[in-house]
C-alpha cells in the first residue's frame, strides 16, 4: 500500500465513528434548537434563558465545578506524586484509588446518601457521640450548602481518579536523570516538583483538566441522588425540558449552551497551560 495513503486509512475508521455517533447527532440536535416549525429561530434559546431556574442552574453548575475542580487537582497531584515515589505496593494502591473509576454516577451519589440521609452513616456518628439527641434531616432547602457540600464530597471522590490516572501517566514519562541531576544540585524535593514535574507535566495537566471540566458541566446523576430539585444544575434542567415537559427544542437549545461553556473552559485552559513548540513529554 501506497505509504502516503496508509496514514488515511489507518484514520478512516476513528473518522466513521466520530462521524456517526458524534458528527451526525450534533447536527440534528443543532437543527432542533435553531429550527420551529418550517423556519430558522432563536425562539428554543430565549425560552430557555428567560426561564426563572435558568440563572440558577448556571451559576450553581459553576459554582461545582469552581469549587471541586481545583481540589481535585490538589489532589491528584499530591496522590500521583505519593504513588511513584513509593517501591512496594505502588499497584495495589493506585488500584484502591481507582476503585471509584468503576461505579456510575447514580452509583456514588446513592453511595453518599447513604452518608447524609437521614438514617444515615453521620447521622449515626453524630447520636452516638452525643451532637444530636435523634436523627436529623440534612439534606434539606433549609441546609443549601449542607447539599451543596455533599454534591462536592461525592464528585471529588467519583471524579479524582480520571486526573490521578493521567498525571500518573505523565509523570512516568519525565526522565530520571532530571531529578537526579536537580539532586546532584542540592534542589529540595518541593523546588523539584516546581521546577521539573509541573513544567514537564504540562501536557497532562492539560489534558486532566479539559476532560474533567467538561465532566463538570455535564454533572447529573450525583446531583440527582443528593440534592433532587434542591440543587438544580444545566444538565438536570436539559433532562427536565427533554423528558418531563417534552420539549425537544429547548432541550437541544440547553446542550448546546452546555457545549459552549464547555468549549469556552477548553480554551481557557488550552491558553492558560499551553504546550511549547517542540515538547516531547
Not at 493506585?94 to 447521622?123: C, H, K, M, R
Not at 440543587?231 to 449552551?257: H, K, R, W
Request: glycine share 6%; with cysteine.
Amino acid at each position: 500500500m501506497n505509504a502516503r495513503i496508509l496514514p488515511y486509512v489507518l484514520i478512516l475508521p476513528v473518522t466513521l465513528f466520530l462521524c456517526l455517533f458524534f458528527i451526525y447527532p450534533f447536527v440534528l440536535v443543532s437543527k432542533q434548537a435553531f429550527t420551529m416549525g418550517a423556519g430558522f429561530t432563536l425562539d428554543n434559546f430565549r425560552e430557555v434563558v428567560s426561564y426563572w431556574k435558568f440563572p440558577i442552574s448556571l451559576k450553581n453548575t459553576l459554582l461545582l465545578a469552581v469549587a471541586v475542580v481545583p481540589i481535585q487537582l490538589a489532589l491528584s497531584l499530591l496522590m500521583a506524586t505519593m504513588v511513584t515515589k513509593m517501591e512496594k505496593g505502588r499497584d495495589l494502591v493506585l488500584y484502591v484509588w481507582t476503585i471509584p473509576l468503576g461505579i456510575s454516577d447514580l452509583a456514588a451519589g446513592l453511595i453518599w446518601l447513604a452518608i447524609f440521609e437521614q438514617s444515615g452513616f453521620l447521622n449515626s456518628m453524630m447520636q452516638g457521640i452525643g451532637i444530636v439527641d435523634k436523627p436529623v434531616n440534612l439534606l434539606t432547602f433549609q441546609n443549601p450548602w449542607l447539599v451543596f457540600i455533599a454534591i462536592a464530597l461525592a464528585e471529588i471522590w467519583r471524579a479524582t481518579a480520571i486526573m490521578l490516572v493521567i498525571l500518573v501517566a505523565g509523570i512516568g514519562l519525565i526522565p530520571k536523570e532530571y531529578y537526579e541531576a536537580a539532586e546532584v544540585f542540592g534542589a529540595s524535593p518541593w523546588k523539584r516538583f516546581l521546577r521539573i514535574t509541573l513544567p514537564m507535566l504540562r501536557p497532562s495537566l492539560q489534558t486532566a483538566l479539559v476532560l474533567r471540566v467538561i465532566m463538570a458541566f455535564e454533572v447529573f446523576a450525583v446531583v440527582a441522588a443528593l440534592g433532587g430539585t434542591l440543587f438544580p444544575v444545566l444538565m438536570g434542567e436539559t433532562y427536565a425540558y427533554q423528558f418531563d415537559l417534552l420539549n425537544s427544542g429547548a432541550a437541544a437549545a440547553m446542550a448546546l449552551i452546555i457545549l459552549a461553556i464547555s468549549i469556552a473552559a477548553t480554551l481557557v485552559i488550552l491558553r492558560v497551560l499551553r504546550v511549547p513548540k517542540g515538547a516531547t513529554i
